[in-house]
């Protein structure tokens, strides 16, 4: 698992090496083991098999402009920590939509940006629902939700490489409520950060 | 002389770290007494169209220390219960009972039973034996005096409950040749034990696979997968559980054997090909899921060890929650091929699909048993069950709140429903008749659902 430590990237050496080098497929570790066997199914010709990682390029070597900058603290930080913090904002969805609105899409772009920033994280965009409808039903709309985030990523220019998505429906709701205050909090793209 | 051998719950392997389970497996033997029973007279008169008034009084106990005795109250309490849950007979109240002296089954007074309009009186005598504990049981009809059914059974005090499920299942296949459920048991989903995920993120309650008697006795828990482990689903054979887990990051099906070491993912799902909501078909040997590829959700069918996958459905809409026939040969499931979620039919090998319902919202969750499927439907303010007569389509609702109903899952004799309700408070399983009627709470801690009814 190659956790590069390239951590010590300081605030602004990283905006602008991110720059440099955004066409770039940034190394991901990927959080979770492989699953056995070969994931190519008969009839499941829309997909295709997760890339092997590709081999991790050295980081190239940095010089830091000014060991007086003040460090990244996000980059001191280790996944838990920065998981508390949650630096990448939840997007959220209007009742039995995946629909990603105009507030959606800003908060996106700032997360893109971010990404971009920390081009070696790889994230989970979780889906919620609120607990309307049956639960087998908010499955698939957490999932439609989580997936529909991940586009607006991709046409931002994040690799799909570093996104997965996952529903869960209306297991977790982040609000126990059961009024529109709540519910408007627990339908959500929520971001995980799963490697670093 | 026949005798059953029963198959009881002695849960193995190490995935049950949270149960201990005990050394030795109960077993429950019948075999039948000489009745004077020639010839069983049914007449189609008054008193024969109706349903029988059964009396159970308190069972007798030979000699018998006080754990012998409390085993013979409950013995009389589940059958009484197991007898009054298939609504064939008419139970005549413990108190009732109560009120009329004990005596054995050759000297039952039957003008005290006559006075309560008993027609049959069950009659139970307990005793230690070597092997354990063996009762007596004997129906003695009042109007003729004579015994209408009698058998021994030998168990144990631990087994004590599924002996009187056993004389519950026999008494009712052989008076009416009815397959009861007494022996049957529930899983489902619950949060129970308040544990928390690991990892970073805010407080989320573990949600793990739980069984229990039809009855709600008896729950225990079977994953300790330490994640969100959803909608359970009994083999056929009632010795592995299907479900689906969020153990790996992303959506998997997994099959858990009960009674031994053994856990499998015969979908070998990955973060871009998910796996959700199996099903075993009625034969064991095939399950049916959903799997997500980018977005389309698809019915499949493979066998138990993942091998021949073939894919059912082909739309650009979300195709899930697929459940069989009775007869293994066709799959209902949920689609919004037609803008919203509603219920279609294919064959198990796929071909042309069957729209079955046309909720005016959604509908969901099929689940099929005789010749009728029980779902989800969204209603005003929650979900409520319906069920849908597959040859005629007509549509039944079953519940109409309080509280939203949800996730019916069918008893094997297609006579009782197991859903979750909102109406006490969190999330329980509960039980009703396929009428609607005679709702009963199952659980009562923590939040319950994706019930699934074993066939045995």
Redo the contacts between chains.
């Keep these: 698992m190659s956790r590069a430590s390239i951590a010590p990237f300081l605030l602004i050496s990283a905006l602008s090496l991110a720059a440099a080098c955004g066409g770039k497929k940034p190394p991901v570790a990927n ?9 190519v ?4 010709t ?5 890339e092997p990682p590709a081999p991790v390029p050295e980081p190239p070597p940095i010089i830091a402009p000014e060991p007086a900058v003040v460090s990244d603290p996000l980059a001191s930080m280790d ?2 920590e ?3 913090q949650a630096p990448l904002a939840p997007v959220f969805f209007g009742y039995d939509s995946d629909a990603v609105d105009e507030a959606g899409q800003q908060v996106l772009a700032a997360n893109a940006g971010i990404l971009k920033t920390y081009p070696t994280w790889a994230i ?1 965009i979780e889906g919620h629902s609120d607990e ?6 908010n ?2 709309l957490g ?2 939700r989580a ?1 529909s985030a991940k586009s607006y990523l991709l046409s931002l220019g994040i690799s799909a490489d570093r996104i ?5 429906g209306k ?2 709701p ?1 609000d126990p409520g059961h009024d529109e205050a709540a519910y408007s909090k627990n339908r959500r793209g ?1 971001f ?1 950060v ?1 490697a670093k | 002389m026949r005798t059953v051998f029963l198959c009881v719950t002695t849960l193995l392997g190490a995935t049950l770290a949270a149960w201990s389970p005990s050394a030795a497996m109960p077993e429950v033997t019948s075999a039948p007494l000489d009745i004077q029973q020639t010839e069983l007279s049914v007449t189609i008169d008054g008193r024969s169209a109706r349903l029988p008034r059964l009396g159970v009084p308190a069972f007798s106990v030979v000699g018998g220390d006080a754990e012998l005795q409390g085993a013979a109250r409950t013995m009389g309490d589940v059958l009484w219960k197991d007898l009054e849950f298939e609504r064939e007979f008419r139970m005549i109240s413990q108190a009732t009972a109560a009120s009329i002296p004990v005596a054995p089954a050759d000297a039952l007074p039957y003008d005290l039973w006559n006075q309560t309009g008993a027609d049959d009186v069950l009659v139970g005598v307990v005793q230690r034996v070597e092997a354990g504990v063996q009762v007596e049981i004997r129906v003695m009809n009042v109007e003729r005096k004579v015994s209408t059914f009698g058998k021994r059974y030998t168990c144990s005090v631990r087994s004590i409950r599924l002996c009187a499920h056993t004389v519950s299942d026999e008494l009712h296949k052989e008076r009416f040749g009815l397959d009861g459920v007494a022996r049957t048991r529930l899983a489902f989903t619950s949060d129970r034990d308040g544990e928390r995920m690991g990892g970073t993120i805010e407080e989320r309650s573990i949600k793990e696979i739980y069984i229990a008697d039809y009855d709600g006795y008896g729950q225990r828990r079977v994953t300790v997968r330490g994640s969100l482990n959803l909608a359970p689903a009994w083999a056929p054979d009632g010795r592995a559980i299907a479900y689906q887990s969020h153990q790996s990051g992303f959506v998997d099906v997994y099959v858990q054997k009960l009674y031994e070491v053994g856990l499998t993912r015969p979908a070998r799902g990955t973060d871009r090909s998910q796996n959700f909501l199996p099903k075993f078909s009625p034969d064991g040997t095939h399950i049916a899921f959903s799997n997500s590829s980018d977005s389309n959700w698809e019915i499949y069918v493979m066998k138990v060890d993942g091998t021949d996958r073939r894919r059912l459905t082909s739309h650009p809409g979300t195709d899930s929650s697929p459940t069989w026939s009775p007869n293994g040969q066709q799959i209902a499931f949920t689609s919004d091929r037609s803008g919203s979620n509603q219920i279609y039919v294919v064959s198990a090998d796929g071909g042309p699909v069957t729209k079955m319902t046309s909720e005016p919202r959604k509908a969901d969750r099929p689940t099929w048993a005789l010749d009728y499927i029980a779902y989800s439907a969204e209603v005003p303010g929650g979900v409520d069950i319906k069920k849908v007569t597959v040859g005629t389509r007509q549509v039944t609702e079953l519940t109409s709140g309080p509280g939203s109903n949800e996730s019916p899952t069918i008893s094997p004799n297609g006579r009782h429903i197991a859903f979750v309700t909102t109406r006490w408070g969190k999330e329980q399983i509960a039980v009703m008749d396929a009428d609607g009627r005679n709702v009963r709470q199952i659980t009562s801690s923590g939040n319950n659902r994706y019930p699934s009814w074993s066939n045995r």
């Design positions: 959080p979770t083991p492989p699953p056995p066997g070969p994931a199914f008969p009839g499941a829309t997909t295709r098999p997760p996944m838990d920065i998981n508390r989970t309307r409808g049956t639960a087998e039903y499955l698939a999932e439609r997936l997965r998505t996952v529903s869960y297991e977790f982040f929520h995980v799963t």
